[in-house]
């Protein structure tokens, strides 16, 4: 069953140029892809930060990088296949990669593209072999300036992949980097890519020369192959430099005239790289084991990431609390201040509030003895005499006297009287004992005393 790929919301194409590091963003959409922005940058300069997509939004808005690589260290073959479905390609292709490559199988990188012939049961399989060192160098520079590659590509097997040939011709498609030239050639016969070559040549006049020679055995195998019976006509695509530099060379060597063809845009064969790769290919240049070690570095920053990130939070907290603690604590000290100099405030009030009691009780009392003293002098009948009055405690009226036996009856109305006098309206005595009246055998007086309780303002 075939796995599902992830959906990528956006894609960058790069290239290293000598001007440079170009980068074109792509919004990718479920049928194409659609320009969105590009930038240029010095090549001492990191790329743009959009550009380096390794970061917690890649989880949630995956990201495809292309990177376009180098051809100087690029071989290209072309096999003859038996049509199949591209996921099968790949598989059809690995009998074969040991016989086609130039390299132990166990140090190179491919991949395969396939043409299908115009009868529909044959293909021609070009396949892009790459030093695996090669291609981990020029992965690790590229992370090291800041862009981190999830597929790789070659632009002119681009362009080659865009060719529509309806006639026999040898294509020569050139790229010029620096010192170095690369040719891709690619012998269209019969209506069938019989050949594609990339050709690696030095820069300059020396480039004719190389070229030709290299032809030439192409040629020559072609023969021997029985699928070249004659020159086809050339059709070379390049930069006018280049063109000039070539064409006589080439118009001696096939015997009829060179037709040119402007090479596409760099912009247009982005668009084709993120065309073609937005949806994971059966095989790729890229490495399985630098991308299986990408991805857990990058799982593992994400993690030291996160974590450092809590970490930060957590001292931010703990600094945030430890401040919200001491003002606490100050205005907590400000309060107990506040509270100690209220309660010595407190008790002195407290003491002025007794002693003012104190003076109001001993002025209550003076006025209360003056008053329970004119109560007794009012109601004393004649016939009884006050021998003693004293107050117990500021309230208890102690009185006692004598009186003849015969006016006995008089201590009871002058008890009677107390309990009725009155002072503002008010009962002046709030109870008033009954009397005791003793007397002795044969005395000629008799003794009477009681006690009355004063109304005070916090009697019920």
Not at 97 to 114: E, F, R, Y
Not at 431 to 447: C, H
């Amino acid at each position: 069953m075939k796995s599902r790929s992830p959906r990528y919301q956006g894609c960058q194409v790069q290239a290293v140029t000598p001007a440079g590091r170009r980068v074109w963003r792509f919004h990718v959409g479920k049928q194409d892809v659609s320009l969105a922005g590009e930038a240029t940058v010095g090549s001492t300069q990191a790329p743009p930060k959009r550009t380096a997509a390794q970061d917690w939004k890649s989880l949630v808005s995956p990201q495809l990088n292309i990177a376009w690589l180098p051809a100087q260290s690029v071989f290209v073959r072309a096999v003859q296949l038996p049509a199949v479905d591209p996921t099968e390609l790949p598989a059809m292709v690995e009998f074969q990669i040991d016989k086609i490559s130039p390299l132990p199988v166990n140090q190179i990188v491919w991949t395969a593209l396939g043409v299908a012939h115009a009868d529909g049961q044959q293909q021609t399989a070009l396949v892009t072999i790459a030093a695996r060192s090669a291609v981990e160098e020029f992965l690790n520079t590229e992370f090291a300036a800041g862009f981190t590659a999830d597929q790789l590509d070659l632009p002119l097997v681009r362009w080659w992949s865009g060719l529509k040939p309806t006639e026999d011709g040898l294509w020569l498609l050139f790229e010029s980097t620096g010192d170095r030239w690369v040719c891709l050639a690619g012998w269209y016969i019969g209506g069938v890519w019989r050949d594609v070559t990339l050709l690696h040549l030095p820069a300059g006049e020396a480039a004719s020369e190389a070229l030709i020679t290299q032809l030439g055995h192409l040629a020559w195998a072609g023969e021997m192959d029985g699928w070249l019976t004659a020159i086809p006509e050339v059709r070379l695509g390049a930069e006018a430099p280049t063109i000039e530099v070539l064409s006589p060379s080439l118009t001696d060597w096939s015997g009829r005239p060179i037709q040119s063809i402007k090479p596409p845009d760099l912009t247009a064969l982005a668009i084709a790289s993120a065309r073609a790769l937005r949806e994971p290919p059966a095989s790729t240049l890229m490495p399985p084991e630098w991308a299986a070690s990408q991805r857990q570095k990058f799982i593992d920053r994400l993690w030291l990431n996160g974590l450092g990130a809590i970490g930060v939070a957590y001292l931010v907290f703990l600094f945030g609390f430890l401040i919200w603690l001491n003002v606490r604590k100050y205005q907590s000290d400000e309060l107990r201040s506040e509270v100690a100099s209220m309660g010595i405030n407190f008790t002195n009030t407290l003491q002025l509030k007794a002693q003012v009691g104190i003076l109001e009780e001993q002025v209550a009392l003076r006025y209360a003895a003056l008053d329970a003293w004119q109560a007794v002098v009012n109601a004393l009948p004649t016939d009884l005499t006050l021998t003693q009055l004293d107050f117990q405690k500021g309230r208890t009226l102690q009185l006692s006297g004598t009186v003849s036996p015969e006016a006995s009856s008089e201590v009871t109305k002058f008890n009677s009287e107390l309990r009725k006098a009155q002072l503002n309206n008010q009962s002046l005595f709030a109870t008033v004992k009954p009397a005791q009246i003793s007397s002795r055998l044969g005395a000629t007086t008799a003794t009477w005393s009681f006690e009355a309780e004063l109304r005070r303002s916090d009697t019920p």
